[in-house]
């Protein structure tokens, strides 16, 4: 068992490639490690529409896996703690988790919510709080940003220099 940072996310029955596209970009600018998913519905609307519709303008599948597993939690370490983010009564406001070293956040479909087992399997249940529910990918943006936030590598120009397009050198004016 390593003790490195590990950070897994996985998609319940995702339908929308569009939302797929947008976590795997959120999973890119947010080095996740995988992107796994369950259901035929995803990989179907990816065939029909094609391209047209991925919204990974970042090209983050070449360097992140996208799998398509039989079940979300198969095969991870004995030290992965399993976190599911739902909107569900009982579940830990974002702000006040605290993130774990390694992880898998479970994200529940577009038009649905995670399995009672899941949850009942979860080392902890996490919600952002909201009025209203967010898309599947502004969801995993989320999550993602605060477990940066809340990191150590959070703060830094070094951070900025590598996360900012090519054509942006703009700096902050310090005070004379």
Same mark, same amino acid.
């Given at each position: 068992m390593s003790d490195a940072?590990?950070?897994?996310?996985?998609?319940?029955? $995702? &339908?929308?490639?569009?939302n797929v596209g947008g976590v795997m970009r959120a999973a890119g600018c947010y080095q996740a490690d995988e992107v796994r998913y369950t259901g035929k519905r995803y990989a179907l609307a990816a065939k029909n529409r094609g391209e047209q519709y991925n919204t990974d303008t970042k090209r983050a599948s070449l360097n992140i896996p996208l799998v398509a597993v039989d079940s979300l939690l198969d095969g991870l370490d004995d030290d992965t703690q399993v976190v599911c983010v739902d909107l569900v009564e009982g579940a830990i406001?974002?702000?006040?988790?605290?993130? $774990? &070293?390694?992880?898998i956040y479970l994200f529940g479909p577009e038009d649905g919510t995670l399995d009672q087992a899941l949850i009942d399997s979860a080392?902890?249940?996490?919600y952002v709080p909201t009025v209203g529910c967010m898309n599947l990918a502004s969801s995993v943006n989320v999550l993602l940003y605060d477990r940066l936030a809340k990191g150590e590598h959070s703060g830094s120009d070094e951070l900025i220099k590598q996360s900012r397009d090519t054509n942006n050198r703009v700096r902050v004016k310090r005070p004379r």
């Open positions: 940072s590990l950070v897994k996310i996985g998609l319940l029955n $995702p &339908k929308s490639p569009t406001p974002l702000p006040q988790f605290h993130h $774990p &070293k390694k992880a080392d902890a249940v996490v």
